[in-house]
């Protein structure tokens, strides 16, 4: 059964899978060949009649590893799960946490084209940072979220930046920026919108 915690630096997590028991060593470039998939998808509009709700994160999930994990893929967790340095949400309030965070992208007016990329840039730091925070499933949930940004920005008109750090000092800064959202501080996210898109707004 996989689990939801994350292991401590140095040490490695083994997961009961379709293919036996894997190391995340070992699942990885499985999971990297989904999603390289499920990119090619929402470039081509596949999810385009979906809502940018829940459903659809439970969609993108059951893509990434539905055939890996067929027990935990699109279903919220049952159990409590810990991540480094972040508690997320008891697991029962995962449901309604996920519900309202559609709900308040909604309200920000994502899924159609911008009129205002400032504002636009703090929707991407929320779409993010919350859901990072809430952590809606027991593994994988970096990768649904670059999924579900992804999702996001093609339907907004946007380019698709590089969202993955690229060095250990990046990394670092982008923890630090989850931390401050955690604490509802969407700022240090935001600059790290900025610097992806190069530092000047693509639609200028």
Not at 35 to 57: C, K, M, S, V, Y
Not at 76 to 93: F, G, L, M
Not at 134 to 151: I, K, M, S, Y
């Amino acid at each position: 059964m996989a689990g939801g915690t994350t292991p401590p630096q140095g040490s490695t997590r083994f997961v009961e899978t379709t293919r036996g028991i894997l190391s995340f060593q070992q699942i990885a470039p499985l999971l990297a060949e989904r999603a390289l998939q499920i990119q090619e998808d929402i470039e081509e509009g596949r999810f385009a009649p979906f809502l940018l709700d829940e459903t659809l994160l439970q969609e993108l999930h059951q893509q990434l590893c539905g055939d890996l994990i067929p027990e935990l893929a699109g279903r919220w967790p049952t159990i409590a799960v810990r991540v480094s340095d972040h508690e997320p949400p008891p697991a029962h309030q995962v449901p309604a946490l996920t519900r309202d965070y559609a709900r308040d992208l909604a309200a920000r007016g994502v899924g159609v084209p911008p009129d205002n990329d400032d504002l636009f840039i703090e929707t991407l730091a929320f779409a993010e940072g919350r859901l990072l925070s809430v952590h809606p499933f027991h593994d994988f949930n970096g990768r649904v979220t670059r999924l579900w940004l992804a999702e996001i920005l093609r339907r907004a008109e946007w380019p698709l930046p590089d969202l993955v750090p690229g060095d250990e000092p990046g990394k670092q800064i982008y923890l630090r920026a989850l931390a401050a959202a955690d604490q509802r501080d969407y700022r240090p996210l935001m600059e790290i919108w900025r610097q992806r898109f190069g530092g000047a707004m693509v639609n200028e």
